[in-house]
């Protein structure tokens, strides 16, 4: 399944820059391109990155 922008800011509480920043830096998972102004991210990839994420505790 894919996922588009609004939907990947939600689920990752990121806003759409620091996605982007974090893409830039190869720490966040690439986009698929869709169409010529269409991307969006495969949910499978995300999942992968939230679970190697570090847990913070508080």
Excluded: N
């Amino acid at each position: 399944m894919f996922l588009r922008m609004p939907t990947v800011m939600r689920m990752t509480g990121l806003g759409r820059s620091t996605i982007y920043r974090l893409i830039a830096e190869r720490k966040f998972p690439s986009p698929v391109r869709l169409g010529p102004r269409a991307v969006a991210w495969r949910s499978s990839d995300l999942d992968e990155w939230s679970e190697a994420r570090p847990v913070v505790s508080h």
